[in-house]
C-alpha cells in the first residue's frame, strides 16, 4: 500500500473515532410516523429496500439497496451515524460497526457515480460520487436515486443512515 493510502486511512480513522466521541450533530431526518427505520424483522417488499442519509445541514439523499447477502447485512446495522471522509476525491468512506457478509459476491465491480458499495478487505462502507475503475474485494450494496451532488462537497459528511418504510 503506497504512503498516500495509507496516510488518507489514518485520518479517515482518526476522523471516524472523534465522531463516536462527540456524538450525533444533526437534526432528526423526520419523523417515525413517515420515515422512521423499519422495524428490525422486517423484509423489504419485493427485494426492494429504500435507505436515505440525512445530512447534520438537513439535506437528505435516497438509495435503493440491492438484494444481495452484503446488503441485507448492511440494512440489518440500520440506523448508522457515520462520519464519511473524502477518499482519492472519487468517493466517501467510513468504517462499520463490524465486517458484512459477503457470501454470493462477485469479486468486484465497476463503481460509478451514485454506488454505495462495500470493501471487503477494509471492512468500510464506499459511496462514490465520482465513476471508477474495477476493484477486486469492492462490493454493490446499492444505488443512490437522489443527492449524489450533496457527496461532492469537499470534506466530511456526517449522516445518519436510516431504512424507509
Avoid: C
Amino acid at each position: 500500500m503506497n504512503l498516500r493510502v495509507e496516510l488518507w486511512r489514518r485520518l479517515a480513522d482518526a476522523l471516524v473515532v472523534l465522531a463516536a466521541l462527540t456524538g450525533p450533530a444533526y437534526p432528526a431526518a423526520g419523523s417515525a410516523a413517515d420515515a422512521g427505520p423499519a422495524h428490525a424483522g422486517a423484509q423489504p417488499q419485493g427485494g426492494i429496500m429504500k435507505i436515505r442519509m440525512a445530512t447534520e445541514g438537513g439535506d437528505v439523499i435516497t438509495a435503493t439497496l440491492a438484494d444481495t447477502a452484503a446488503a441485507r447485512d448492511f440494512a440489518a446495522l440500520l440506523p448508522l451515524d457515520l462520519l464519511l471522509a473524502d477518499y482519492a476525491s472519487t468517493e466517501k468512506i467510513s468504517d462499520l460497526p463490524r465486517r458484512l457478509e459477503t457470501s454470493g459476491a462477485p469479486p468486484g465491480f465497476t463503481p460509478s457515480a451514485g454506488d454505495i458499495a462495500y470493501y471487503a478487505p477494509w471492512g468500510n462502507q464506499a459511496v462514490f460520487h465520482k465513476d471508477f475503475g474495477y476493484s477486486a474485494g469492492l462490493i454493490r450494496l446499492g444505488k443512490i436515486d437522489a443527492g449524489v451532488a450533496l457527496l461532492r462537497r469537499p470534506g466530511t459528511l456526517r449522516v445518519m443512515i436510516e431504512r424507509l418504510k
